[in-house]
């Protein structure tokens, strides 16, 4: 079988996967135990919208019993990349990476349309690599917010005028700052706050931890208060904190919509500024760029242009900052906590369950806090559609399992009626789920667990912590 596009030379698909270390799909056995966990299954009710199905087309596609056509090619665009599969796989197929390379050899030899063409453009190759445009964006967008045009098109029948997803869009939009974090703290070291306390509590045979802090793109210029709070526990842990100013984007977005290239450039920058033997660890608050940043390596598969670094001792230092807290809790027991009860529901971001197999520990954490009851949603480990742009190019069906979310956020709240705070540690849920409940007048606040876990910090005599506006 053979493809052939405008301005491409006839290619076997066979001969174009040949390149992409896809030996892997093999493992599956086509057993079925993942479809009950796949979130477009569950929508659609399609064998081809499965992960079992679309393993088949993958396999096809590698075989060379597949043409690179629409029929192939709908079905994994509509995959939500949230890798609930893998979780539930006995077999250890590695669904993401799979998915990921396909629609890299997908991008790079079929034509995209117009839409594609414009958000790819202007939204991942322009705007995400550069951090002064980044801050104009987050200017306007804050600008715009403090109009009220977002609230009057949400909260008046103006929004009954409009169409349904650009009023959605409206509760989309980011908290954004107008500043870059990482421009803020450039290359400072900010020391920890109680330094003596820590080297006494502390277990670590190392008189000082020194962690580097990534900051991304979208998160380095809003939500201020989600790194400015983790900024916080960690100086409140005893670490020395460094936020290097050359970082960018970890190019997520780019490997989950086939862009490799620009995301092996972006590699390349973050690793150039988290120089590994520099620092303890690498700490990420966003789930999924700590899932990407953890798999630079399937970006580089041979030993030339990139293959040659050090990936592995790269990766092994990136860090969920959860995950880094809850490994030191004589340091938790040992700091000053609020005591009142509150009851928290917890939402698990997908790239922290399940791409970065972390779990337990973040939820371990969070209700060993005094007085707080941590309450896992009904359907905690489901994605909540937000899948980086996936709700932008996939706008129905992502509204779709949204509704699922918000339907067992309201479960949970009813049998819960006094929380009034859910928690999830991925900007990307933070915003979709934030959505779902503000498009459904839910009276919940949607906070990144940072942010909660320094609400319940005592902090005493920290003139020199950053103010943080929540
Ligand atoms: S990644 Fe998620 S949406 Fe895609 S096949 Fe797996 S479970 Fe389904
Ligand atoms: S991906 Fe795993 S669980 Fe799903 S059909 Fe294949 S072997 Fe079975």
Same mark, same amino acid.
């Given at each position: 079988?053979?493809?052939?596009?405008?301005?491409?030379?006839?290619?076997?698909?066979?001969?174009?996967?040949?390149?992409?270390?896809?030996?892997?799909?093999?493992?599956?056995?086509?057993?079925?135990?993942?479809?009950?966990?796949?979130?477009?299954?569950?929508?659609?009710?399609?064998?081809?919208?499965?992960?079992?199905?679309?393993?088949?087309?993958?396999?096809?596609?590698?075989?060379?019993?597949?043409?690179?056509?629409?029929?192939?090619?709908?079905?994994?665009?509509?995959?939500?990349?949230?890798?609930?599969?893998?979780?539930?796989?006995?077999?250890?197929?590695?669904?993401?990476?799979?998915?990921?390379?396909?629609?890299?050899?997908?991008?790079?030899?079929?034509?995209?349309?117009?839409?594609?063409?414009?958000?790819?453009?202007?939204?991942?190759?322009?705007?995400?690599?550069?951090?002064?445009?980044?801050?104009?964006?987050?200017?306007?967008?804050?600008?715009?917010?403090?109009?009220?045009?977002?609230?009057?098109?949400?909260?008046?029948?103006?929004?009954?005028?409009?169409?349904?997803?650009?009023?959605?869009?409206?509760?989309?939009?980011?908290?954004?700052?107008?500043?870059?974090?990482?421009?803020?703290?450039?290359?400072?070291?900010?020391?920890?706050?109680?330094?003596?306390?820590?080297?006494?509590?502390?277990?670590?045979?190392?008189?000082?931890?020194?962690?580097?802090?990534?900051?991304?793109?979208?998160?380095?210029?809003?939500?201020?208060?989600?790194?400015?709070?983790?900024?916080?526990?960690?100086?409140?842990?005893?670490?020395?904190?460094?936020?290097?100013?050359?970082?960018?984007?970890?190019?997520?977005?780019?490997?989950?919509?086939?862009?490799?290239?620009?995301?092996?450039?972006?590699?390349?920058?973050?690793?150039?500024?988290?120089?590994?033997?520099?620092?303890?660890?690498?700490?990420?608050?966003?789930?999924?760029?700590?899932?990407?940043?953890?798999?630079?390596?399937?970006?580089?598969?041979?030993?030339?242009?990139?293959?040659?670094?050090?990936? @592995?001792?790269? %990766? &092994?230092?990136?860090?969920?900052? +959860?995950?880094?807290?809850?490994?030191?809790? *004589?340091? $938790?027991?040992? !700091?000053?906590?609020?005591?009142?009860?509150?009851?928290?529901?917890?939402?698990?971001?997908?790239?922290?369950?399940?791409?970065?197999?972390?779990?337990?520990?973040?939820?371990?954490?969070?209700?060993?806090?005094?007085?707080?009851?941590?309450?896992?949603?009904?359907?905690?480990?489901?994605?909540?559609?937000?899948?980086?742009?996936?709700?932008?190019?996939?706008?129905?069906?992502?509204?779709?399992?949204?509704?699922?979310?918000?339907?067992?956020?309201?479960?949970?709240?009813?049998?819960?009626?006094?929380?009034?705070?859910?928690?999830?540690?991925?900007?990307?849920?933070?915003?979709?789920?934030?959505?779902? @409940?503000?498009? %459904? &007048?839910?009276?919940?606040?949607? +906070?990144?667990?940072?942010?909660?876990?320094? *609400?319940? $910090?005592?902090? !005493?005599?920290?003139?020199?912590?950053?103010?943080?506006?929540?």
């Amino acid at each position: 079988m053979s493809i052939n596009f405008s301005k491409k030379t006839v290619v076997s698909t066979k001969e174009l996967f040949r390149q992409a270390e896809f030996d892997n799909i093999l493992k599956c056995v086509h057993c079925g135990l993942c479809l009950e966990s796949c979130p477009t299954y569950r929508e659609l009710e399609d064998e081809k919208d499965s992960p079992r199905g679309r393993l088949y087309l993958m396999r096809g596609l590698w075989e060379g019993e597949l043409e690179l056509e629409q029929s192939v090619i709908d079905p994994l665009s509509r995959c939500l990349d949230c890798r609930a599969c893998e979780s539930a796989c006995p077999s250890g197929v590695p669904y993401g990476e799979l998915l990921e390379k396909t629609r890299g050899i997908i991008l790079e030899n079929t034509p995209q349309s117009l839409k594609e063409r414009v958000l790819r453009n202007l939204l991942l190759k322009g705007l995400f690599r550069y951090t002064s445009m980044m801050i104009v964006a987050s200017r306007i967008l804050k600008i715009y917010a403090a109009t009220g045009l977002p609230k009057l098109i949400t909260k008046t029948f103006i929004g009954k005028l409009l169409p349904k997803s650009f009023v959605f869009q409206q509760h989309l939009l980011p908290n954004c700052s107008g500043e870059s974090f990482k421009r803020k703290y450039a290359d400072q070291i900010l020391s920890p706050v109680f330094p003596e306390k820590t080297l006494h509590t502390t277990k670590i045979k190392k008189s000082k931890i020194r962690v580097g802090l990534f900051s991304g793109c979208i998160m380095d210029v809003s939500e201020s208060a989600i790194h400015e709070s983790t900024l916080t526990l960690l100086r409140h842990f005893g670490c020395e904190v460094v936020v290097p100013g050359n970082q960018g984007c970890c190019g997520a977005l780019h490997v989950h919509s086939g862009d490799r290239k620009t995301a092996r450039e972006f590699a390349l920058k973050n690793l150039a500024a988290f120089e590994p033997r520099h620092f303890d660890a690498i700490i990420t608050n966003a789930a999924g760029c700590g899932a990407q940043l953890k798999e630079y390596h399937h970006l580089f598969p041979d030993e030339t242009n990139g293959g040659e670094q050090d990936w @592995i001792g790269f %990766e &092994n230092k990136v860090i969920d900052i +959860l995950e880094f807290l809850s490994r030191f809790p *004589e340091l $938790l027991e040992s !700091l000053s906590w609020r005591e009142d009860q509150d009851i928290v529901l917890y939402d698990a971001p997908c790239h922290l369950m399940h791409a970065q197999k972390v779990d337990e520990n973040p939820r371990q954490l969070l209700n060993s806090l005094p007085g707080v009851k941590l309450v896992p949603l009904k359907e905690s480990s489901w994605c909540c559609g937000s899948a980086g742009i996936y709700n932008l190019v996939q706008p129905d069906l992502s509204r779709d399992v949204l509704k699922r979310k918000t339907e067992s956020v309201r479960q949970t709240l009813t049998e819960n009626p006094k929380a009034k705070t859910i928690i999830t540690g991925n900007p990307g849920c933070l915003y979709q789920i934030r959505a779902g @409940i503000r498009s %459904e &007048n839910i009276d919940l606040r949607v +906070l990144h667990p940072a942010v909660y876990l320094v *609400e319940r $910090l005592k902090i !005493l005599g920290t003139s020199d912590i950053p103010k943080i506006a929540i």
